[in-house]
Nanobody, 114 residues
Framework: VQLQASGGGLVEPGGSLRLSCAASGSIFSANLMGWYRQAPGKKRELVGF???????RVVESVKGRFTVSSDNAKNAVYLQMSSLKPEDTAVYYC?????????WGQGTLVTVSS
């Protein structure tokens, strides 16, 4: 399974970005797809995820600002980010869990700065 993330970039505080991640390869049925992020000098942390039946969860620090969605037909997951803050600056990684195996995308950099 290969994951390709895109959509990162430079945005001013208060702005919005939409990250996309498309999965390809031998995917039978993805159980869960989502996003982690890693800020400079910090550990990778969960941002949010969506299950195969559409249940979603995001962490408290992004609640009300970030939304995870998916397109099961395309094996794609999205992260809509709004009201971005400088502390959201990080490399964002998408991931997919299928039959107990986790696959990772290559990461896309989001920089929030004026």
């Amino acid at each position: 399974v290969q994951l390709q993330a895109s959509g990162g970039g430079l945005v001013e505080p208060g702005g919005s970005l939409r990250l996309s991640c498309a999965a390809s390869g031998s995917i039978f049925s993805a159980n869960l797809m989502g996003w982690y992020r890693q800020a400079p000098g910090k550990k990778r942390e969960l941002v949010g995820f969506i299950t195969s039946v559409g249940g979603t969860r995001v962490v408290e620090s992004v609640k009300g600002r970030f939304t995870v969605s998916s397109d099961n037909a395309k094996n794609a997951v999205y992260l809509q980010m709004s009201s971005l803050k400088p502390e959201d600056t990080a490399v964002y990684y998408c991931y997919l869990i299928e039959r107990g195996v986790t696959s990772w995308g290559q990461g896309t950099l989001v920089t929030v700065s004026s």
